[in-house]
Structures are given as structure tokens and as C-alpha cells.
């Protein structure tokens, strides 16, 4: 039975140069109380001075650029391919001058990478969204012509202004065009001041467990409002961590829309796509979500065709150096729990939906 993670990253080594050159976030450095290991500092806030040194940000090591430690891990944990993705915040606070020849750059050394591992690595591209959109519409066509790409990873804030901006118009047209799948993955999480005025006693807890998701939620709910899958009707989408919140707030979501007088005024109910029928149209869902509960309302929202392994790594690492990922266990636990008896379900999910979707040999 094949066995696929499609949400696994990377930073190739290009790309840890690029972050050992600067100084502010995202960043990777040493500080004076701990000289022997690196600290990879890249969400919004991990960098506040206030927080001792050695909380701040992550230990970075060659789990995260050395791509044998990908193959290592894999064998460990009986993965047969990976399509890996560059890691958040991609390339997205590059000035805008550097940022198509960076994405060329980058996209090319990550399909090399998966070139020299055949039938094990596939990638998704990263695209350079603070460059104007025909750069970024560019790199999608040359990405399409990589054999090793199956997509695109991307963050939540677009061209800077979020995903229902009317300037992404033709970069959704060409994903479109090339059939390019999207993977949207958070990275700037909530403002800060939502987590309190203690928020540094509790790592890494709130950012990631609550921020993440209600970011994607959100910028997933914004990209219905503005009627992206009405004009992109065949535009896919992955959405990370089981889509956020959104299975749970489907219903919710929808419910707020049909009883909207501002949007009724405006005719924006009508000929509208529902929030369910794009969600086992157009969205697939990874089973990054660590329990069978959320794991059932993803299969229920979107289906069990449409789910997909992930493992998140190098992200969630033992805290004790055991070399079997208790992170992994548990989501590969919630996938056998949550399908039971139905074992062509859970191979699904497991690989076998991944190869169909993204054209994939193992
Ligand atoms: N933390 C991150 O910054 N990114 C991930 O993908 C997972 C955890
Ligand atoms: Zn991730």
C-alpha cells in the first residue's frame, strides 16, 4: 500500500542563505547564550525581545535543508513518496525586484533535489507574490513545465491585500490554465494582542494550534465571499491542517451568507456557488488535524476521495529525539480509527488518492 506525505517541507540550501543574511524576520541566527545552535526565527512575533533567546523561534538543523534527512525520515515512518514544499514565510517578504529570479532559482534547485530521489520526491513551487502579477503568472507557466512539480504552495496574504483581491484575477487564471493545484498554508496567524497579555509563557501553543487555522478559515471564507470559485470554477485548492476550522463552520459560514440583507441588496446571493458544493468540488483537504474528530468532519465536508497524508514534518519533532514521530503516529492512528472497517478508505487517504490527484508514479 503506497503511502504519500503531501505536506512535508523544506528550506533547500538556497533558501537557508537567504535567511542566515538577515536580521530580521524571517531569520535564522545564534544567539550569544546559546553559540552552538541555530534558532530559525520566522513567524510574526517570535521575535520579540522579551522573550528569552532560547525560546525564541526554533532549533534549525539539517532536518530542515538536508534532503537525505527527508529520504531518512520517510524510510522511518514508511513513507513512500513525499511532494514537498518549501517551508512558510516562502518568498513572500522578498523586495519585489529579486523575487522572480529567487522563485526561478529556488523552483529549480527543489525540482533538482526531487530529480535525484525518482519516484520519491515530487514538489510544489513557490511563487513570487510580492513581484507584479505577470511575474508571478510567469513563473506559474514555467513551473508547469518542471517535471517534478505538482502545484504551487502558497500563503494567505496574496498580493498582499489577501486572496479575495480582483488583482489575483489572472494568477487564478493561469492555475487555472496549467491546472496547477494551489496548497494554501497560514503563516501570519491572528494578531498578537488576541493571545493576551501572557501570550510569551505559552511558546508556541496559541499561534499555532488556534492561529494557523482561523487564518486559513478565514482567508478561505474571504476567497467565497468574493466569489473566486464562481469565476475560477475549476480551480483546485489543498487547504492545510483539514481545512482549519472550515468543515466544522461550513454550515455556519453558509448560514451567514443566506441571511445577509447587505449582500441580498447587492445580488450577490444569486447563481452562487454554496459553500458545500465547492467543498467537494474544488477543495481537497490534507488529514494534518492529529485526531479522528476533525479527521471525520473533513471526510464528511469535502469526502474521503478528497483527503490526503501529511505529516508536516520537519515541523513537530519529538521533544525527547525518539526517532518514530509521535506526531506522525498519531495522524496515521487517526486515520485508522477514524475509517474503521473501511480499509480502501484509508488507503486512500493514505496514498492513493494523492497519486490520482497529483499525477503521481511511486
Ligand atoms: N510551524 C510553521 O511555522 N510552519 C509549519 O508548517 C508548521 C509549524
Ligand atoms: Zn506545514
Request: glycine share 8%.
Given at each position: 500500500?503506497?503511502?504519500?506525505d503531501?505536506?512535508?517541507?523544506?528550506?533547500?540550501?538556497?533558501?537557508?542563505?537567504?535567511?542566515?543574511?538577515?536580521?530580521?524576520?524571517?531569520?535564522?541566527?545564534?544567539?550569544?547564550?546559546?553559540?552552538?545552535?541555530?534558532r530559525?526565527?520566522?513567524?510574526?512575533?517570535?521575535?520579540?525581545?522579551?522573550?528569552p533567546?532560547?525560546?525564541?523561534?526554533?532549533?534549525?538543523?539539517?532536518?530542515?535543508?538536508?534532503?537525505?534527512q527527508?529520504?531518512?525520515?520517510?524510510?522511518?515512518?514508511?513513507?513512500?513518496?513525499s511532494?514537498?514544499?518549501?517551508?512558510n514565510?516562502?518568498?513572500?517578504?522578498?523586495?519585489?525586484?529579486?523575487a522572480?529570479?529567487t522563485a526561478?532559482?529556488?523552483?529549480?534547485?527543489?525540482?533538482?533535489?526531487?530529480?535525484?530521489?525518482?519516484?520519491?520526491?515530487?514538489?510544489?513551487?513557490?511563487?513570487?507574490?510580492?513581484?507584479?502579477?505577470?511575474?508571478?503568472?510567469?513563473?506559474?507557466?514555467?513551473?508547469?513545465?518542471?517535471?517534478?512539480?505538482?502545484?504551487?504552495?502558497?500563503?494567505?496574504?496574496?498580493l498582499?491585500?489577501?486572496?479575495?483581491?480582483?488583482?489575483?484575477?489572472p494568477?487564478?487564471?493561469?492555475?487555472?490554465?496549467?491546472?496547477?493545484?494551489?496548497?494554501?498554508h497560514?503563516?501570519?496567524?491572528?494578531?498578537?494582542?488576541?493571545?493576551?497579555?501572557?501570550?510569551?509563557?505559552?511558546?508556541?501553543?496559541?499561534p499555532?494550534?488556534?492561529?494557523?487555522?482561523?487564518?486559513?478559515?478565514?482567508?478561505?471564507?474571504?476567497?467565497?465571499l468574493?466569489?473566486?470559485?464562481?469565476?475560477f470554477?475549476?480551480?483546485?485548492?489543498?487547504?492545510?491542517?483539514?481545512?482549519g476550522t472550515?468543515?466544522?463552520?461550513?454550515?455556519?459560514?453558509?448560514?451567514?451568507?443566506?441571511?445577509?440583507g447587505?449582500?441580498?441588496?447587492?445580488?450577490?446571493?444569486?447563481?452562487?456557488?454554496?459553500?458545500?458544493?465547492?467543498?467537494?468540488?474544488?477543495?481537497?483537504?490534507?488529514a494534518?488535524?492529529?485526531?479522528?474528530?476533525?479527521?471525520?468532519?473533513?471526510?464528511?465536508?469535502?469526502?474521503?476521495?478528497?483527503?490526503?497524508?501529511?505529516?508536516?514534518?520537519?515541523?513537530?519533532?519529538?521533544?525527547?529525539?525518539?526517532?518514530?514521530?509521535?506526531?506522525?503516529?498519531?495522524?496515521?492512528?487517526?486515520?485508522?480509527?477514524?475509517?474503521?472497517?473501511?480499509?480502501?478508505?484509508?488507503?486512500?487517504?493514505?496514498?492513493?488518492?494523492?497519486?490520482?490527484i497529483?499525477?503521481?508514479?511511486?
Amino acid at each position: 500500500m503506497p503511502v504519500v506525505d503531501i505536506h512535508t517541507h523544506v528550506y533547500p540550501p538556497s533558501y537557508m542563505s537567504l535567511l542566515r543574511s538577515r536580521n530580521t524576520v524571517p531569520y535564522v541566527r545564534t544567539f550569544p547564550d546559546a553559540p552552538d545552535t541555530s534558532r530559525l526565527i520566522i513567524l510574526p512575533g517570535e521575535d520579540d525581545p522579551a522573550t528569552p533567546s532560547t525560546a525564541r523561534g526554533r532549533p534549525v538543523g539539517p532536518e530542515y535543508y538536508d534532503i537525505k534527512q527527508k529520504i531518512s525520515f520517510m524510510d522511518t515512518h514508511g513513507i513512500d513518496v513525499s511532494v514537498i514544499s518549501l517551508a512558510n514565510p516562502w518568498l513572500d517578504f522578498l523586495d519585489p525586484s529579486e523575487a522572480g529570479e529567487t522563485a526561478r532559482k529556488i523552483n529549480d534547485e527543489v525540482n533538482e533535489l526531487c530529480e535525484q530521489h525518482p519516484g520519491r520526491l515530487y514538489a510544489f513551487g513557490a511563487l513570487p507574490l510580492s513581484a507584479p502579477a505577470e511575474v508571478v503568472v510567469a513563473e506559474i507557466e514555467r513551473l508547469a513545465g518542471l517535471s517534478r512539480m505538482r502545484g504551487i504552495i502558497m500563503g494567505t496574504s496574496g498580493l498582499g491585500e489577501g486572496l479575495d483581491d480582483p488583482s489575483l484575477d489572472p494568477i487564478y487564471a493561469a492555475l487555472e490554465k496549467h491546472q496547477q493545484l494551489v496548497f494554501l498554508h497560514p503563516h501570519y496567524g491572528l494578531p498578537w494582542s488576541v493571545y493576551g497579555p501572557r501570550a510569551n509563557e505559552y511558546g508556541h501553543v496559541l499561534p499555532l494550534a488556534l492561529g494557523f487555522p482561523l487564518e486559513t478559515t478565514i482567508a478561505v471564507t474571504r476567497m467565497l465571499l468574493s466569489a473566486v470559485w464562481d469565476r475560477f470554477q475549476s480551480l483546485q485548492v489543498l487547504i492545510a491542517h483539514s481545512g482549519g476550522t472550515l468543515p466544522f463552520l461550513a454550515g455556519r459560514i453558509e448560514s451567514c451568507i443566506l441571511h445577509d440583507g447587505h449582500l441580498a441588496k447587492d445580488e450577490k446571493l444569486e447563481g452562487r456557488r454554496s459553500v458545500w458544493d465547492v467543498l467537494k468540488t474544488n477543495i481537497y483537504l490534507d488529514a494534518v488535524i492529529y485526531s479522528e474528530v476533525g479527521l471525520k468532519a473533513a471526510i464528511d465536508a469535502s469526502g474521503k476521495d478528497r483527503l490526503l497524508f501529511g505529516t508536516d514534518n520537519p515541523f513537530f519533532p519529538p521533544l525527547g529525539g525518539e526517532t518514530e514521530w509521535l506526531s506522525v503516529k498519531t495522524n496515521y492512528r487517526a486515520i485508522t480509527g477514524a475509517f474503521g472497517d473501511d480499509a480502501d478508505g484509508a488507503k486512500g487517504v493514505l496514498g492513493d488518492n494523492a497519486i490520482r490527484i497529483l499525477r503521481l508514479s511511486s
